[in-house]
């Protein structure tokens, strides 16, 4: 218990560096020395190529050629969200590894809580010999579970949970050439461990390298590669370094070199990329996928080329300042995809993978079908923070703007639904319903302290208004500064025919502290303050 602890809470005393490190460029590499199909494209791409929230990446070659992206979300399900790419730039959401995080109450928000637990820092890779997707992951740092997959779509199965104690932290995996599946993981002491031949189970572990070997106090963030014969392991010190490990054997031992140091990140205010993953372009040239920590958005990916030495090192290519370029030559032809802002008007009978529940929902307390959502009253709390089936979406870009179309006519006394701007420092647009009587309402400042995460504020209303639309349906916008260097604003208004907004209130200042780790979401929520049996119907969302 001592261990899992402490690695906790040096990944949270580490994480801060990301905002106070001072970047240094690193040493220069000719842009010329990059293979000649990078440089000799005409097309460039933009950084970040996702302008949202997905951290932690382990990105890889499917079967099919194409490009797969795992990611954590921590507390929100389901888990381990997938995005696809055919050409490394251009990346879409197509599912979850985890199907939902049931591993224990606290994930149902019935016994306790669980925010910030969930999936983080997992891995996912294909294996050719048996045609399975394989995603593995340490939850609460004592118990790693493994899911498998025929289509990386899913379905998802459960297929194996490592005994207690046995914690694959930031882990990454490699299929050998022999079809032998090794996992590396750890922080500050790494290990490899090697797999059963159904890879299900564990058939040994040896600890290969510790921070102290480079004279850190911490590494963490692990993947393992193999190229030409030789094994890799891609880690980082929190903050600032990405470290590359090279050795003859999985076993060790290990020599490294540093493939990045503070550097200066692409979006103005970011946090220096220093963890995520490498990955090899069908061209024959290879990428390091990051990303930058850019509070109210979250940590959003950022792509660079990264060459080979003669030294058998990969060495990163900078921008002419020394930094992570802003812009970089397209990897490869590009491939089109669904645009990320768009509207959802629910026509299916089941959500997009681009939905979320803030911890599991209640599954018999929504409904989705014939053109809408209806979210029943699964709670009775005066905490939006344990009240469930807050349903989520990432916002996107610099300035998001998410608008809520919603049938409320069936909302009971006591109840309270709404549009936030959701984090641990959490302001909604809303309506209150006490008796008869209908109350529109801006609410600022629901707080989460940032050890236990418990609640120390369910908020202040701020500004209210009684214009009610009669039919009981009515529009309620959150637009939002998100750059991490902008005002952080998020401003909130209504509409009671989804033409013309009115402004409620004055805008609230978003948090940008990095403990929560997640970053902002629009959070669709609807609660009971007295009883059960109260309902809204969620119309329309538009992401914009």
């Known amino acids: 218990m001592k261990m899992r602890w402490t690695i906790s ?48 990446n382990d990105v890889s070659v499917g079967p099919d050629g194409l490009y797969y992206f795992s990611a954590s979300n921590m507390h929100y399900s389901p888990g381990a969200p997938i995005l696809r790419s055919g050409d490394l730039i251009n990346w879409e959401l197509i599912g979850h590894s985890v199907p939902s995080l049931d591993f224990g ?104 390298f510790s921070a102290s070997d480079v004279g850190k106090d911490g590494i963490e963030g ?9 094994y890799y392991i891609l880690d980082d010190h929190p903050g600032d370094i990405t470290y590359i490990w090279k050795s003859e054997s999985p076993w060790g031992p290990y020599e490294s070199k540093i493939l990045v140091d503070a550097v200066q990140s692409p979006v103005p205010n970011g946090g220096a990329p220093h963890q995520g993953s490498i990955v090899q372009a069908s061209t024959g040239d290879w990428y390091y996928m990051s990303f930058t920590w850019a509070y109210p958005n979250g940590r959003i990916p950022v792509l660079a080329p990264i060459g080979w030495g003669d030294d058998d090192f990969p060495y990163f290519v900078p921008d002419n300042a020394g930094g992570w370029g802003s812009s970089y030559a397209a990897p490869l032809p590009v491939k089109t995809v669904q645009d990320w802002t768009r509207t959802d008007t629910f026509d299916g009978d089941t959500l997009g993978p681009d939905w979320e529940w803030n911890h599991v929902p209640d599954e018999s307390k929504y409904k989705v079908g014939n053109g809408g959502v209806t ?68 609410v600022h400042g629901i707080t989460q302290e940032e050890s236990a995460w418990n609640t120390t504020s369910s908020g202040t209303i701020v500004a209210t208004t009684t214009e009610i639309p009669a039919d009981k349906t009515i529009w309620f916008r959150a637009s939002l500064d998100a750059r991490a260097s902008g005002s952080y604003a998020a401003n909130f208004s209504y509409s009671t025919d989804g033409q013309e907004f009115t402004e409620l209130g004055t805008p609230y200042t978003m948090w940008t502290n990095w403990a929560y780790f997640m970053g902002y979401r629009f959070g669709i929520f609807n609660y009971a303050t007295k009883a059960l049996g109260g309902s809204i119907r969620v119309l329309a969302f538009t992401s914009a």
């Open 9 to 56: 809470l040096y990944g949270l005393l580490r994480a801060n560096l990301v905002w106070s490190m001072v970047a240094s460029p690193p040493e220069q590499v000719d842009a010329n020395s990059v293979s000649h199909s990078v440089q000799g494209r005409a097309d460039s791409f933009q950084n970040p190529v996702v302008y949202e929230d997905f951290a932690d």
């Open 105 to 208: 109450e606290k994930y149902n928000l019935t016994n306790g809580h669980a925010y910030r637990g969930g999936t983080w820092a997992s891995t996912m890779r294909f294996r050719e010999s048996n045609g399975l997707w394989y995603w593995i992951g340490c939850v609460d740092f004592w118990y790693t579970y493994i899911y498998t997959a025929k289509d990386v779509a899913g379905p998802w199965t459960r297929s194996a949970v490592l005994p207690g104690g046995t914690c694959y932290y930031d882990c990454g995996l490699l299929i050998d050439d022999d079809d032998t599946m090794y996992v590396v993981y750890g922080a500050t002491d790494v290990s490899v461990a090697q797999l059963s031949d159904d890879g299900l189970s564990q058939v040994k572990t040896q600890h290969i």
């Open 222 to 230: 692990n993947r393992m590669y193999k190229k030409d014969g030789l």
């Open 375 to 442: 979210l029943s009253t699964a709670t009775v709390t005066s905490d939006l923070y344990a009240a469930r089936n807050t349903l989520t979406h990432r916002i996107h870009g610099e300035f998001p703007v998410g608008t809520l179309q919603v049938d409320f006519s069936d909302m009971a006394d006591g109840d309270r639904f709404g549009l936030a701007a959701f984090r641990d420092r959490t302001a909604y647009i809303g309506i209150h319903r006490d008796g008869t009587k209908y109350t529109l309402a801006l």
